[in-house]
């Protein structure tokens, strides 16, 4: 499977003996496969057209996936990338493997289609005569520079705190230091000063 490159896999089908006499050959090639920790290459005849495809084994399974040709593949260059000369501080790349530590070990099971479920509950809310309450749409991105550290010591918490893990030190962000000055604190006095002048009149 390895020698596979996973972008020339597509849609999966099981497969199924169609018979008593297909049956034997369904399970030796199934052992087959399992036994050599192999996958096969076959052509098949789909919806009026030669196609290429992976045959693997899922359980007691044949499992057919759909492949691309080698020329239906479209090759990375002319696609838009990064410049290479893009700085990244030691720190930050850090921070990111703090999150990607953080976010392991989800069980895929766990994932599921949230537009699908909102759709459904749509559906059934209108079927009940009842109106659904829809979200409030997401703000649009305002353009400004995004602190990239503050960004990912927000994800990494989130994601510590979503597993219960809010006692755990392994995944923390360190702040980059810079050279900007601080801001200067405004005195307590003039601060309630301030304060009393704009503050409204009690009835």
Same mark, same amino acid.
């Given at each position: 499977?390895?020698?596979?490159?996973?972008?020339?896999? #597509?849609?999966?089908y099981?497969?199924m003996?169609?018979?008593?006499a297909?049956?034997k050959?369904y399970?030796l090639l199934?052992m087959?496969?399992?036994r050599s920790?192999k996958v096969a290459?076959?052509?098949v005849a789909? !919806?009026?057209?030669?196609?290429?495809a992976?045959?693997?084994?899922?359980g007691d399974?044949?499992?057919?996936h759909i492949?691309?040709?080698?020329?239906?593949l !479209?090759?990375t260059? +002319?696609?838009?990338?990064?410049?290479?000369d893009?700085n990244?501080?030691?720190?930050e790349?850090q921070?990111?493997i703090?999150l990607?530590e953080?976010?392991?070990g989800?069980?895929m099971?766990d994932?599921?289609d949230?537009y699908?479920?909102?759709?459904?509950a749509?559906?059934?809310?209108?079927a009940? +005569?009842?109106?659904a309450?829809?979200?409030?749409?997401a703000e649009?991105?305002s #353009?400004?520079?995004?602190?990239l550290m503050?960004a990912?010591e927000k994800s990494v918490?989130e994601?510590?705190?979503a597993? +219960?893990?809010h +006692?755990?030190?392994?995944?923390?962000?360190?702040?980059?230091?810079?050279?900007?000055?601080?801001k200067?604190k405004?005195?307590p006095k003039?601060?309630?000063?301030?304060a009393r002048?704009?503050?409204?009149?009690?009835?």
């Amino acid at each position: 499977m390895e020698s596979i490159d996973p972008i020339a896999v #597509g849609t999966p089908y099981y497969l199924m003996a169609s018979g008593p006499a297909s049956a034997k050959p369904y399970v030796l090639l199934r052992m087959a496969l399992e036994r050599s920790s192999k996958v096969a290459v076959a052509k098949v005849a789909l !919806r009026g057209r030669e196609r290429l495809a992976l045959l693997r084994v899922v359980g007691d399974a044949l499992c057919l996936h759909i492949m691309l040709w080698p020329d239906e593949l !479209r090759s990375t260059a +002319g696609v838009s990338t990064p410049p290479a000369d893009v700085n990244l501080p030691e720190e930050e790349v850090q921070a990111a493997i703090a999150l990607t530590e953080a976010l392991s070990g989800r069980p895929m099971a766990d994932l599921h289609d949230e537009y699908r479920e909102a759709l459904e509950a749509v559906i059934a809310a209108k079927a009940e +005569g009842v109106r659904a309450q829809t979200p409030e749409p997401a703000e649009a991105p305002s #353009g400004q520079v995004v602190d990239l550290m503050a960004a990912l010591e927000k994800s990494v918490q989130e994601a510590k705190a979503a597993r +219960g893990e809010h +006692g755990q030190e392994d995944a923390t962000v360190h702040e980059i230091k810079t050279n900007t000055p601080a801001k200067k604190k405004t005195a307590p006095k003039k601060t309630a000063a301030r304060a009393r002048k704009t503050s409204p009149r009690s009835a």
